[in-house]
């Protein structure tokens, strides 16, 4: 399962992700977390220290070996030049998978503390003026568009603040997403600009309420997201002290809060793969894509590059990798 987490910028969205990846891989699932944010605190979260996400290799910085690597032998690709962010998968194309050796992680995955982890890498310097974050992000785009989750493997995305998502067809990415919200107007109205977006593409969203004090907290949030509120996260003093920087075992996490990250898990596991909306959301995107900018930069129609007859799923993804598909 791909998850996402969103919201607005301090609710503890990267708290939560680092939390929930911790105690998926505690319990011996294969994770790949991937920090998304602009603002790159997913390996402190995790217990790193600020030096180790320094030291990771951005995805970004390994997009042409990706590319060139992703590309694989499909026909509809001239070359890895002509590849973008959206660029889907087709015949010949070399699928990943959450957890095995490949050229990408090979580059740019590290454990921090028991999570593998990988990096869209920080807004620098030299990006002032002349860049947009979501050309970063393009990089993880890709790599999900390619990647083949199987059961009780998971990837947890901790995506950038706010509505910024919709920049790109990446939110449309996630099996589940979870939209953490405090119990504020602010944080009320990202859940509101969110939902309003996902439900057109049918993304599959839960809020998790962050930073409850009281029942008021909790009435809060139910009058403002209704049937959205899936569970919430009261104070917590494991949680002051980890973004403190003193990460501690999860086992010294609140009971109460050890049993939101089993209902988040429960809430994924219940989720259902719509492998063909996925394939549709990434075809759908491309042609934008190409519409919009991709065409003129490469000098080529890069629709051509969708293949019709593939999809997405266990199936085809089980034929290139040379697996035997369940039946």
């Known amino acids: 399962m791909k998850i996402a987490f969103v919201g607005k910028g301090g609710s503890g969205k990267t708290t939560l992700a680092a939390l929930l990846a911790r105690h998926l891989t505690d319990g011996g699932h294969p994770v790949l977390a991937i920090d998304a944010d602009i603002n790159q605190h997913l390996a402190v979260a995790l217990g790193g220290t600020p030096q180790c996400a320094a030291q990771l290799t951005p995805l970004g910085e390994f997009l042409p070996q990706m590319k060139e690597y992703l590309r694989g032998d499909n026909p509809r690709i001239a070359s890895a030049a002509e590849m973008v962010k959206t660029t889907p998968p087709g015949a010949g194309s070399r699928l990943v998978r959450v957890d095995e050796e490949n050229p990408i992680y090979a580059a740019c995955v590290r454990r921090v503390g028991d999570v593998r982890l990988a990096v869209t890498g920080a807004f620098t310097e030299d990006d002032l003026g002349v860049a947009c974050y979501h050309s970063k992000v393009g990089a993880v785009e890709l790599l999900l568009n390619h990647l083949v989750d199987g059961p009780g493997e998971y990837v947890v995305v901790d995506m950038t603040a706010g509505a910024d998502s919709f920049a790109s067809g990446l939110f449309t990415r996630f099996d589940r997403t979870f939209l953490v919200c405090e119990p504020t107007l602010r944080s009320v109205g990202v859940y509101r600009q969110y939902a309003g977006y996902a439900r057109d593409y049918g993304v599959a969203l839960s809020v998790v309420g962050n930073k409850i004090e009281d029942p008021s907290d909790v009435d809060f949030l139910r009058e403002h997201v209704g049937a959205d509120l899936l569970t919430w996260v009261s104070r917590s003093t494991y949680i002051r002290r980890a973004e403190r920087g003193a990460v501690g075992p999860l086992d010294d996490l609140e009971a109460t809060n050890r049993v939101v990250l089993h209902k988040l898990t429960d809430t994924v596991d219940a989720t259902v793969q719509d492998w063909p909306a996925l394939t549709r959301h990434a ?45």
């Open 283 to 327: 075809h759908d995107f491309h042609r934008r894509n190409a519409a919009a900018w991709a065409n003129e930069q490469t000098g080529t129609d890069l629709t051509a590059q969708i293949d019709p007859g593939f999809l997405m799923g266990p199936a085809p993804a089980a034929e290139v990798l040379g697996l035997t598909p369940a039946r």
